[in-house]
């Protein structure tokens, strides 16, 4: 692996880390989140961040 390609590699893991704890706080307060699948946002609540967490 090649220096920028592990530079890469930590810029991915802590955006993901950020994404997830960003999902966690909303969900611990109850509130709901906008994500993107298939190329649309889409409204989930919060029982339901969990689950897109996993995936």
Known sequence: MTEIQHQSQQVKDALR????????????LGQYAIIFQNG???????????????T
């Open 40 to 54: 649309r946002p889409v409204r989930i609540d919060p029982g339901q961040v969990i689950d897109q967490e996993k």
């Open 17 to 28: 880390r950020a994404v997830m704890a960003a999902l966690d706080r909303k969900r611990r």
